[in-house]
C-alpha cells in the first residue's frame, strides 16, 4: 500500500511537471519560445499590433508619444521596417503590461528590432524588470546613437 502512494504521488508530481512545462499564457505564446506574426499596424516607435488585433510593447525601450519631439520619426521608422512584414516575437518573464499589451522582443531578418531602434537614437533604453534579456545590447545601441548624436540625442552635448 505504501510503495502504491509513492508511485502515485511521484507520478502526480511528474505530470503536474510535464503540464506546467507546456503551459499557455492567454495569447498562446510559450515561455522561452518566438513566435511569428504580421505586423498590421504601428502606434509609435515602442508599440505595434499584429493580426488578431494583439499589441505588442517592444521591450528594453522607451519611445516618444505623439506629440513629442522625434514621435514621427520613431514610427516611420518601425513602419518602414516592419508594416506588412511577419516577425518573431520572444517573450521574457512578464507577459503583459497594465495596459493589456503583450511584451516582447521583435525579431526581423534575424535581427533585434529593440535594439535597431535604440541605435537609430528614436527611443532610450529603458529596463522594465524582471525582463532584461536585451538590456545590455539595447544599451550599447543607445550609447552608439548618443556618442554619433542621433534622433533624440542629436541635441545633447
Given amino acids: 500500500m505504501q510503495k502504491e502512494a509513492i508511485l ?77 512584414k511577419e516577425v518573431e516575437l520572444e517573450r521574457d518573464v512578464i507577459n503583459k503590461d497594465q495596459y493589456g499589451r503583450i511584451l516582447r522582443y521583435v525579431w526581423f531578418d534575424g535581427k533585434l528590432v529593440n535594439e535597431q531602434i535604440a541605435r537609430q537614437g528614436l527611443a532610450v533604453a529603458q529596463v522594465y524588470e524582471p525582463n532584461h534579456k536585451y538590456n545590455d545590447a539595447i544599451a550599447a545601441a543607445e550609447k552608439a546613437a548618443i556618442d554619433e548624436k542621433l534622433g533624440l540625442w542629436n541635441e545633447v552635448g
Fill in 8 to 84: 502515485l504521488v511521484a507520478s502526480l508530481i511528474i505530470l503536474s511537471g510535464i503540464m506546467l512545462s507546456g503551459c499557455q499564457s492567454i495569447t498562446g505564446f510559450y515561455v522561452d519560445e518566438k513566435q511569428t506574426a504580421i505586423v498590421t499596424r504601428v502606434t509609435d516607435g515602442d508599440t505595434i499590433t499584429i493580426e488578431g488585433g494583439e499589441r505588442v510593447r517592444l521591450l528594453g525601450i522607451n519611445s516618444p508619444e505623439k506629440g513629442e519631439q522625434f514621435y514621427g520619426e520613431g514610427k516611420k521608422f518601425v513602419e518602414q521596417l516592419l508594416l506588412y
